[in-house]
Each structure stands twice: as structure tokens, then as C-alpha cells.
């Protein structure tokens, strides 16, 4: 049984449709990162599966619920961490997570989860005085506070500095460790490459990959180094069999992973173009592309 | 602790740490009460102006707790996307509008406490109050102010909410017969302020406080239509967020 089911959704606002057509599942014990550019459909996703509103067509399965209609009890089960806001300004750490630890009454300790946010020293500070990080520890401590089987969080690093990110991180993957179902939002490319073993990608409102992360990277490897800048690459091109293309003053040669000889044969052909046309070759690497450039390649543009 | 009381005490914390809020709940009416009672200047028809003061303040305070203090709280908590939190929680619609009630009750209970309390001593004399006609005027002008108060919260931007709310205080304060009597103002806008919920509950207060109303009948009926209308607007254009 999976954790999320999304099944065809639509989600149209007017005319615009923000989502469509989108089909993926979130498994307990995984975090899987919902992708994509801002306006690119991720947060009417998750508000759907967290009961906010109704799909336009298609269905949404949260714990085998449908979040809309059984909001009440499926909330007692479910974190939510909003992209920004849901504090008001003068309320005070302590008594917001207290307040929320007993509303969800899932047997969570009010201390305990401010340690493990790393609040305690703002205990007694109001919301509005908190910086962006711990802003986001605290609306990531009233997602814990459910105790959650499955956990919605959109942009959780968000405006965080490095020290908060990777404190988030790390709760992040206890949570997933723990067996939760942990669906995160972001459009940090590099956060869910840290963070997640399924990536979603999402673009202009439809799905444009789908898999496990591992899977993903490894179905695309590149080949990338620098030269000078007056190398040919289109005759490159022609030799390897390959399109070449320059990308940030790298020559970047992409290709599927068909074998392990395949590289080597690659940089191998490569190199000895080079050495006869007696050009140099620098910073050469051969491995799976990043998220970055999966999605750059998927999307045929820039994030 | 039950999830309602976990709210309650939530909305009770944000009323006590609002300071605008509490000046607009208890230091006006308590100020205008000490003021207008001591330093006779109001053309109150009444030998001892605190005699038609207090049913009026009294008023005011119901407007001030369910109206004013209700609605922005709430304006600023949809703005700040707390309703929009909380709506992901247990709790459910329910039992947040109960807890909001509730806040408002202890609030009331506490102004009239304290305004009750300064009337004596600055003299008030009830003659055959009913006071349990009182409280069913407090309740229906509490439903009826509440329902502004939302729906003004659950229409406007938080800061615009704001300024509404306090605008609205300000004219139903002069032309709700609070203070002024309403047969002192000019004769449209005496007529209009009878169908105002401000001067309909300051008219029934008066007469089940004084035996002192001047148009009791239409007033419970003006009391009892917004009691019902405002909410049921109210709930039916709420925006959550």
C-alpha cells in the first residue's frame, strides 16, 4: 500500500490549468521530492493532497483517504508544513509547538521536539523574532508534532542558511527513516538531490520524470572538461558520434549509461581528437548528470 | 487537555498579548464611561448621565469584543495563514469557531464585570434591571457583531481589515446611540442609526437595565435580524486564506 496515490490529477483555476493530468505515489519510509521550477504546479499538488482543495478531475489517496472529504480524521496522521506563514506573529515557541502537540495529541512531548529542532534557546522568543531558519525549524516542529505516517513540506530549506539546512536535513531523514512518508516540494534542485530517493519533476504543470533518483541519474551520464574556447564542436561532434554542447565554458557531451566500456571508449575517443588537433584537455570528469542538468535536458530550457 | 481548550487558551493569548486589542476592549469603553459620567457634557435627556451611559458602553463593549477585537484577530490570523495551519490540524472548523466563541465570552464577562463595577461606583442606579433580558441582548448583539466582524475579516486584506473595523467602531460609537441619544441627531441619520445593531442593543439594554427604551419592539426585531443575517453572510463569503 502506498502512502500517496495521485491518479490523473487536474487542478484548473479559471482557465489556467495548473496541474495536468499528473499521476505518481509516495511509499512509507522514502522521501520523495516533488520538483519543478516556482508555478510549475508542486504547491497546488501537495495543497491537494493535504485536503486544502478538491481536485478539478483525477483522484488523490492520502493513507487511503480522500484528503477532502476526510480531512478531520486524516489530519490526526498527517505533517504539514506550509511554504511560509501559519504563526501568528506574537505568539511564543514554546506555547505554538505545545499548542500543536496537543492538538494533534499523538503523545509528542513539547520539549523534546523543541530539542530536536534546536529551538530551545528561543523558547520563549515570539514568532517575529525568529530568523528565516528557525522560522522553518519551528513550522517543520508543527509538522513533527503529528507524529506524521506521512509528511507534506513545501520549500522546507527555503531562505535557510547552510548550518539550518543541513539541521533540516537531518530531521528530514530521521523522519523518513522512522517509516514516515515524507513528500517534499521544492524547487532546489540540489535539496532533493541531498534529500530524496524518488524524484517527481514537474514542468508547466504536467510530470516530466518519475523515478527513483538513483534511477535517474544513472540512465543520463555525461562526459564534461574545458579547452579552448576556439575548439570545433561541431567537428567534435561529428567524430564522437555524440552532440556536443558548451555549457558554463565546458564542453559537455551527454549520453545513456549503456555500459561501463561505453565511457571509456568515450573519453578515450575524445582525448585523442584533442591531442590531434593538439588542443588541450582539463577538468575532465565522465559520471551521472546532476539533477540540474537532467532537468535542464527533460525540459529542452533553464530552471 | 482537550483540543478545544488547547484553542481557547490560544485565542485567549493572542487577546492578551494584543495590546490595541485590549485598549479597544476594555480601555475605551471603561475611559468613555469614567469620562462621560464625571465631566457632564453629553446631552443625555438623564439627571445623572451615567444612568444612560452604562447600557450604552455596555453596548459598545459587546461591539468592541465580537466586532472589533474578533475580526481583526481574525483578519490578521488569515493574512498570517494561521487559519490556513490550523485548518491541517484536528481541530476542524468546528470546534475553532467554538473556541473564538468562547474567547469572546470570557472577554465579555470580564468588561461587563469591570464596567458594571465602575457604574456603581460612579453612581449607576438600575431601576427593575432584568438582567437575564440583558444577557439575551448581549448574546443576540455578540452573534450580530460577530458576524461584521468576519465578515469584514474574511473579505479584506488583513491591514485594510484593519482600518475598516476601526473606522466602522468610530461611526457606530457616534451614531449608535452609545453616547449620544439618537433622537439628538438630525432626522435621516436618526432614522438610519434605529436599523444600526449598535443602536438596537443599546436600546434594549436601556430598557431591560433602566425600563428606559424608546422603541424596544423594532429594536429586538433590528437586534434579532442582523444577530441572523451578519453570521449567515459571514459564513457564506469567509475566505479561509
Known sequence: ?303 | MSTLTTQLRAELNVVRRNGEQLLVTLGIPLLLLGFFSVVDVLPTNEEDPVNFLVPGILALAVMSTSMVSLGIATGFERSYLVLKRLAATPLGTSRLIAAKTLSIAVVEAVQMILLISLGFILGWSPEQANWLLALCAVVLGTFAFAGIGLFLAGNLRGEVNLAASNGLYLVLLLIGGIVFPLDKLPGALSAISRCLPTAALSDVLRDALMSAGQHTTSSWIVLLVWAIAAPAVAAKTFKWN
Request: proline fraction near 3%.
Open chain 1, 1 to 303: 500500500m502506498s502512502a500517496v496515490v495521485v491518479e490523473n490529477l487536474t487542478i484548473r483555476y479559471g482557465d489556467f490549468v495548473a496541474v495536468d493530468n499528473v499521476s505518481f505515489q509516495a511509499e512509507f519510509g522514502e522521501v520523495t521530492a516533488i520538483l519543478g521550477p516556482n508555478g510549475a504546479g508542486k504547491t497546488s499538488t501537495i495543497e491537494t493532497c493535504e485536503g486544502y482543495r478538491a481536485p478539478t478531475s483525477g483522484s488523490v489517496q492520502v493513507l487511503q483517504k480522500n484528503p477532502f472529504t476526510q480531512r478531520t480524521s486524516l489530519h490526526s496522521e498527517v505533517g504539514v508544513m506550509l511554504q511560509e506563514g501559519g504563526v501568528y506573529p506574537s505568539a511564543r515557541v514554546h506555547e505554538t509547538i505545545a499548542q500543536y502537540c496537543a492538538l494533534y495529541n499523538r503523545g509528542v512531548d513539547p520539549a523534546t521536539l523543541l530539542t530536536a529542532v534546536d529551538l530551545e534557546s528561543k523558547a520563549s522568543s515570539t514568532w517575529r523574532r525568529l530568523s528565516g531558519g528557525e522560522k522553518q525549524r519551528m513550522l517543520l516542529a508543527l509538522a513533527l508534532a503529528a507524529r506524521p505516517r506521512v509528511a507534506f513540506l513545501d520549500e522546507p530549506t527555503s531562505g535557510v542558511d547552510i548550518n539550518g539546512r543541513d539541521a533540516i536535513r537531518h530531521i528530514i531523514n530521521d523522519l523518513a527513516a522512522n517509516g514516515t512518508a515524507v513528500v517534499l516540494a521544492t524547487h532546489e534542485l540540489d535539496e532533493a538531490e541531498r534529500l530524496a530517493q524518488r524524484v517527481v519533476l514537474f514542468h508547466q504543470g504536467k510530470i516530466v520524470a518519475n523515478a527513483p533518483l538513483a534511477t535517474m541519474r544513472s540512465a543520463q551520464h555525461e562526459l564534461r572538461f574545458s579547452s579552448t574556447p576556439t575548439l570545433n564542436v561541431q567537428e567534435l561532434s561529428t567524430h564522437i558520434g555524440l552532440q556536443v554542447v558548451v555549457h558554463q565554458e565546458h564542453f559537455v557531451v551527454r549520453f545513456e549509461d549503456i555500459d561501463s566500456a561505453f565511457s571509456s571508449e568515450l573519453v578515450q575517443r575524445v582525448s585523442t581528437w584533442l591531442n590531434d588537433k593538439n588542443l588541450p584537455l582539463n577538468n575532465l570528469s565522465v559520471g551521472a548528470q546532476r539533477l540540474e542538468d537532467i532537468f535542464r535536458h527533460l525540459t529542452g530550457g533553464t530552471q
